[in-house]
């Protein structure tokens, strides 16, 4: 069963000149060329969907956050008629969501509410991406909820994961401090992707996309800054450093432990297969993890395994868990143990069939009803847009995974346990001689964890 349709429209450029007034020195974020428009299949909740995508041109992690704050303030921050309440008002009163999101090097505004009021809701849009209106301190708010969390002062393994998949997609060398105080306008995004059934919707988004300003083509600073933001940190292999970042605190009762490595599949099934057997080991109240960990051990109220997809067939596998710190080296043992087991084939064959059960489940239900994760997974594949037929190959991977050829090609689909990247944060004793035969890196307290992964990397230790 195919869970997207597609439908492929250009629209062509329609000359405009730039707003007048305060926003006309803004730095405008558009595309020069046309504006692709693809259709995907209809959401199935009554509701309608529109995702703007716009290219970063130099995605430091600075720069990244600057755009997210900006467009964050134009969507709330009012218009020269609306103010910010009025916004805010009409966005509850219609039941409107927005939602800001990134997919490689694609900053991404999803916007959808009940279909049946979804044309007024683009012609909202409209107004507020032409006339924007926001103070400084309105910015400064929404960046500081942009910036990246030290995951040091938090220890939650989610935000342990946010700043790996940020080390990996971002060059670490790259900085651009001076992008936090720019004025952006946002213009004609190079991508859009609809998920409506009305003709009256597709009209009224292609006035939308006619109405905002276009970039003018330059080999400016633009061009030369996009350049060295990717050639950074995509011309570099996909993979994390081996070794033990630690962060000793005496005053800790417990210890974060998290394992991780990024590893790239050399097509969707791989990846598939890699994500069931993550999901077998950790990933739910089925798993491997839970049943051990938690239930038998009652060693960790937390135990998981996550698959973080950060690209096309590229993901980071992460194992972790918060434990006692005096039992924190019995846990990681464990740990290593459960994967291994699971790395050499010991798997339930039942078991993982339900986990394939639940992950197609999860993917369908998500993809017809969150249309900012629809959109992420189209970029994935088609981070620059697509002509011609449309597919999503991770989908139809579903059809074609046999849970039996993934148990036998285990060990090549879960990378081995000693490339795994050990982060240790809390208390306990520090690792043993063994572990701390490999590679060892202190990590003082408060301090980002790119820091040991920088010293790792370049083998200063």
């Known amino acids: 069963m195919s869970v997207f349709k597609g439908r492929l429209l250009t629209v062509l450029f329609v000359a405009l000149t730039l707003l007048q007034g305060e926003r006309a020195q803004a730095e405008l974020i558009a595309t020069a060329g046309e504006t692709k428009l693809v259709e995907l299949s209809p959401l199935e909740n009554g509701t309608s969907a529109l995702t703007l995508v716009w290219t970063i041109d130099h995605p430091t ?3 990244t956050a600057a755009m997210s704050a900006a467009i964050a303030s134009v969507v709330t921050g009012g218009t020269s008629t609306r103010s910010s309440y009025e916004v805010s008002s009409f966005l509850k009163l219609k039941g409107v969501e927005q ?3 990134r997919s490689g090097k694609n900053l991404t505004l999803t916007v959808s509410a009940p279909s049946d009021v979804f044309p007024e809701v683009l012609v909202h849009l409209e107004n507020v991406l032409l006339e924007p209106r926001y103070t400084p301190n309105w910015y400064a708010r929404e960046l500081e909820t942009s910036r990246p969390v030290i995951s040091t002062r938090t220890r939650q393994p989610s935000d342990v994961l946010n700043e790996i998949t940020n080390y990996l997609e971002f060059d670490p060398a790259a900085t651009d401090e001076e992008t936090l105080e720019t004025d952006f306008q946002f213009g004609r995004p190079a991508q859009v ?9 597709t009209r009224r988004t292609v006035r939308l996309i006619n109405s905002l300003p276009g970039a003018r083509f330059r080999l400016g600073r633009a061009l030369s800054k996009w350049a060295e933001g990717w050639t950074g940190a995509n011309g570099a292999p996909f993979a994390l450093p081996k070794g033990i970042v630690h962060l000793a605190d005496p005053y800790a009762s417990e210890m974060l432990i ?17 994500n069931l057997l993550v999901d077998y080991i950790g990933a739910n109240q089925g798993s491997e993890m839970f049943r051990v960990i938690r239930q038998s051990m009652r060693a960790s109220y937390d135990p998981r395994a996550d698959f973080v997809v950060v690209g096309k067939n590229k993901a980071v596998i992460a194992l972790s ?5 005096s039992a924190w080296p019995e ?27 639940r992950l197609d489940r999860t993917y369908y239900h998500r993809f017809f009803t969150d249309p900012d994760w629809g959109a992420r997974q189209f970029l994935d594949e088609h981070p620059d847009g697509v002509e011609g037929e449309i597919t ?10 046999s849970t039996e050829e ?3 090609n285990a060990d090549t689909l879960l990378p081995p346990v000693e490339e795994f990247l050990v982060i240790l944060i809390g208390g306990g004793v520090s690792p043993s001689a063994d572990m701390r035969s490999d590679v060892y890196c202190a990590l003082p307290k408060g301090a980002p964890i790119s820091r040991c992964l920088n010293k790792l990397s370049n083998a200063e230790y």
């Open 61 to 63: 992690l600075d720069r």
């Open 99 to 101: 939602k800001i999101g």
């Open 193 to 201: 992707i609809l998920r409506s059934e009305g003709e009256e919707v």
């Open 258 to 274: 998290l394992l991780a490595n990024a590893k790239a599949f050399s097509n969707a099934q791989d990846q598939l297969g890699s």
């Open 321 to 325: 868990a918060t434990v006692e710190a």
């Open 331 to 357: 846990v990681h043992g464990k740990i290593m143990e459960i994967y291994q087991g699971v790395r050499d084939g010991g798997v339930v064959p039942e078991s993982l069939e339900i986990q394939k059960d």
């Open 392 to 401: 999503l190959p991770l989908f139809e991977a579903f059809r074609t995974v």
């Open 406 to 408: 993934t148990i036998e």
